[in-house]
C-alpha cells in the first residue's frame, strides 16, 4: 500500500508564493511519475504538473513558465513550486504517484489565492 501526504498549501495575496510538498511511502517502484493535479470548486481535476524519475516533465499552460515542479534525490518526493500567484489557481491541489503498479493519490492541500 502506497499513502501520499501533502503540505504547503494556504492563503496567500496574488502575486505570492507557495511550495507544496508530497512524500510518499511503502512499496515504490523505482520507475514512476510524482505530480500534482488540483481541483477547483464546481470544476473537474486538472493536470498542473509532473515529473517522472526519468526527469521528464509535463506542464499544464496555464503554470507554464509560474509554477516549477521538482524532485529530491530520494524517489518518494515531489515538489511545486508556485510563483506569481493569480485567484484562479485556486484549488485543492492533489499529489499523485502512477507506475506499473498502480496510481496513488494524496489527501489534498488546499490553496486560496486571494485578489
Known amino acids: 500500500q502506497v499513502q501520499l501526504v501533502e503540505s504547503g498549501g494556504g492563503l496567500v495575496q496574488a502575486g505570492g508564493s507557495l511550495r507544496l510538498s508530497c512524500t510518499a511511502s511503502?512499496?515504490?517502484?523505482?520507475?514512476?511519475?510524482m505530480g500534482w493535479y488540483r481541483q477547483a470548486p464546481g470544476k473537474q481535476r486538472e493536470l498542473v504538473a509532473t515529473?517522472?524519475?526519468?526527469?521528464?516533465?509535463n506542464y499544464a499552460d496555464s503554470v507554464k513558465g509560474r509554477f516549477t515542479v521538482s524532485r529530491p534525490n530520494a524517489k518518494n518526493a515531489v515538489y511545486l513550486q508556485m510563483n506569481s500567484l493569480k485567484p484562479e489557481d485556486t484549488a485543492v491541489y492533489y499529489c499523485k504517484l502512477a507506475s506499473y503498479r498502480g496510481s496513488y493519490w494524496g489527501q489534498g492541500t488546499e490553496v486560496t489565492v486571494s485578489s
Open positions: 515529473l517522472s524519475s526519468g526527469g521528464l516533465t
Open positions: 511503502g512499496f515504490i517502484a523505482s520507475s514512476n511519475t
